[in-house]
């Protein structure tokens, strides 16, 4: 996986290696020491109790009976004003800008927690491809090459081999396909390993996963999801965010929210006058 810095975190260059290279990039510099553990302290207090969240692409582990080792924390924004920082940091937003169109939005920005003994997960791509086992459920000739889907992993924990770092295949990317048995995933896949407060920048077309969490800690991440602003989003957020967020947000956070795209509108009941085209 090739890393970047704060400073060397050059757009064309990231989104090169997203598109034509390994399909994954490391940046470092983005989150103090303070920052995450703050979000660290968040995401355990929400996640100490085993009441079981909705997840995915984790049927071995509810078969198992190991589900209650994979946690999530969802609707993040309303559980601290750190989660706004990370989701809006000016240089994800300049690369995502570059990747996904200027008017781009967060589909979903979510913590999961893998506690030691915890399995992996079943080898996938993400939202809006994750169902693409189906692909008579998609557009005939949908493909890869234009990206409808970044994935952004804060990392609060250290990502070790031994901790269950994000295996992925590197180029996998180009082919826009669901991986199967034949692909021998865990025999080809690298591992996005790093440092708390690092951050894992992928295209969710790559085959990846999370890895069994071997080690004798946990490995918990935020896990960003942004997408372009015409795609329907994962999560209904603005739906989940107090009325106060919602009118005290940046102009960053209500473009990320989509509160900037009026679509889909009642277009009977709308201000009439023409509202689209060059003119």
Same mark, same amino acid.
């Given at each position: 996986?090739?890393?970047?810095?704060?400073?060397?975190?050059?757009?064309?260059?990231?989104?090169? &290696?997203?598109?034509?290279?390994?399909?994954?990039?490391? @940046?470092?510099?983005?989150?103090?020491?303070?920052?995450?553990?703050?979000?660290?302290?968040?995401?355990? /207090?929400?996640?100490?109790?085993?009441?079981?969240?909705?997840?995915?692409? =984790?049927?071995?582990?509810?078969? &198992?009976?190991?589900?209650?080792?994979?946690?999530?924390? #969802?609707?993040?924004? /309303?559980?601290? &004003?750190v989660f706004s920082r990370m989701a809006a940091?000016?240089?994800?937003?300049?690369?995502?800008?570059?990747?996904?169109?200027?008017?781009?939005?967060?589909?979903?920005?979510?913590?999961?927690? @893998?506690?030691?003994?915890?399995?992996?997960?079943?080898?996938?791509?993400?939202?809006?491809? #994750?169902?693409?086992?189906?692909?008579?459920?998609?557009?005939?000739?949908?493909?890869?090459?234009?990206?409808?889907?970044?994935?952004?992993?804060?990392?609060?924990?250290?990502?070790?081999?031994?901790?269950?770092?994000?295996?992925?295949?590197?180029?996998?990317?180009?082919?826009?396909?669901?991986?199967?048995? &034949?692909?021998?995933?865990?025999?080809?896949?690298? =591992?996005?390993?790093?440092?708390?407060?690092?951050?894992?920048?992928?295209?969710?077309?790559? #085959?990846?996963?999370?890895?069994?969490n071997n080690a004798d800690h946990d490995r918990? /991440?935020?896990?960003?999801?942004?997408?372009?602003k015409w795609v329907k989003p994962m999560e209904?957020?603005?739906?989940?965010?107090?009325?106060?967020?919602?009118?005290?947000?940046?102009?960053?956070?209500?473009?990320?929210?989509?509160?900037?795209?009026?679509?889909?509108?009642?277009?009977?009941?709308?201000?009439?006058?023409?509202?689209?085209?060059?003119?």
């Amino acid at each position: 996986m090739k890393r970047f810095t704060a400073e060397t975190a050059n757009p064309n260059d990231i989104i090169d &290696e997203l598109l034509h290279g390994g399909g994954a990039v490391g @940046i470092s510099g983005l989150f103090t020491p303070e920052e995450i553990a703050n979000a660290r302290a968040i995401v355990m /207090a929400h996640s100490e109790e085993t009441a079981e969240k909705v997840t995915h692409f =984790q049927g071995a582990a509810e078969e &198992e009976g190991k589900l209650n080792l994979q946690r999530r924390v #969802w609707n993040l924004l /309303a559980k601290g &004003e750190v989660f706004s920082r990370m989701a809006a940091h000016p240089k994800l937003l300049e690369i995502l800008r570059a990747f996904l169109g200027t008017e781009f939005i967060m589909g979903s920005i979510a913590a999961n927690r @893998i506690l030691p003994g915890g399995p992996g997960q079943e080898p996938h791509v993400d939202y809006p491809y #994750w169902d693409f086992h189906k692909p008579e459920t998609h557009p005939v000739g949908f493909n890869g090459s234009f990206p409808m889907n970044a994935q952004v992993s804060v990392l609060l924990d250290p990502f070790t081999k031994e901790s269950g770092a994000t295996g992925y295949v590197p180029g996998s990317q180009k082919e826009l396909r669901y991986p199967v048995a &034949e692909d021998k995933f865990f025999e080809r896949c690298e =591992q996005m390993t790093g440092e708390p407060g690092e951050v894992a920048l992928f295209y969710g077309v790559t #085959w990846h996963c999370a890895m069994p969490n071997n080690a004798d800690h946990d490995r918990s /991440a935020i896990l960003i999801q942004y997408l372009p602003k015409w795609v329907k989003p994962m999560e209904d957020m603005p739906a989940a965010l107090p009325k106060e967020f919602l009118d005290q947000a940046s102009p960053d956070m209500r473009q990320l929210l989509g509160l900037n795209y009026p679509y889909p509108e009642v277009l009977d009941a709308a201000r009439a006058g023409n509202t689209e085209g060059r003119k």
